[in-house]
């Protein structure tokens, strides 16, 4: 096994346009290469499902009021429950936010965004940040590939992938049972169903020693919120470090990395 550093940050798919924190997590991840050597690693965790982490802040470019945009999705069961890798997006999704987006952006970034085709959310962002030159020469692992499930390790705190109303949904097990969290202190209770390795997922709480157990990276360039929950007692063999501070973190960054090609992207 190479001695060599692996450099890994964790992200979901977070906005069509990435936010300004995960452009931070890329260039802190980058310094730290540039320092150390090695590579860098991006868990891109498209396994969750929280509709809201794919808002996308943009500013107007007269008024400069900040205004929120984000998919559409086939069904409303879909955009609550179900993985962001498995939210279809609508024919004309596409189109409609084409004709939005000169309000907030430049042309050249709208001719990148009309050149990605995807089926589902998680794989037209992907697209997006590639096309964007921000991954080059950056390892891709999803939370979503069954053989790196079948890889990682058990953890006790999970979600699995079930069906439910003709969708594939993200539930919640929690003592013995596959709930669905509806909000507040409310949750539907799924029928028992049996499951194997390739329908989990792992809750935010577990998700750095399920990581961990298939990438075993040496550095994780935290964020400011993930420092408040990762249990980094353990992994102790990992030097995390705080991603760079960077203004307006939530919103979108905007910005084509240079030396990108333009080609088209699909999945």
Known sequence: MSNAPIICFGQQPCGFFPKRFMYAKIQTARRLQQEIGGEIVIFYHDSDHDPRETRTILRHRKTNEPAQLNFAVASKIQRKFSPL????????????????????????????????????????????????????????????????????????????DVPHEGEIVRARFIDGALK????????????????????????????????????????????????????????????FITRDAIDRSDEAYTEICSGTGVSPVSF
């Open 85 to 160: 890798h498995l939210k279809k997006i609508p024919a004309d999704w596409q189109e409609k936010t084409v004709l939005q987006l000169p309000n907030y952006i430049g042309h050249p970034l709208i001719d990148v965004f009309k050149t990605v085709s995807a089926a589902n959310v998680a794989d037209f962002c992907l697209g997006m940040y590639r096309r964007m030159g921000l991954l080059d020469g950056i390892r891709l692992v999803r939370s979503s590939d069954p053989d790196f499930r079948r890889a990682a390790c058990e953890v006790s705190e999970f979600f699995v």
């Open 180 to 239: 669905l969290h509806e909000g507040g202190d409310s949750f539907v209770t799924l029928p028992s169903a049996e499951f194997t390795k390739e329908q989990i997922s792992p809750t935010r709480d577990s998700r750095l020693r399920w990581m961990q157990s298939v990438v075993h990276c040496t550095h994780y360039v935290a964020g400011a919120g993930e420092k408040d929950y990762l249990r980094t007692e353990e992994t102790p063999e990992i030097t």
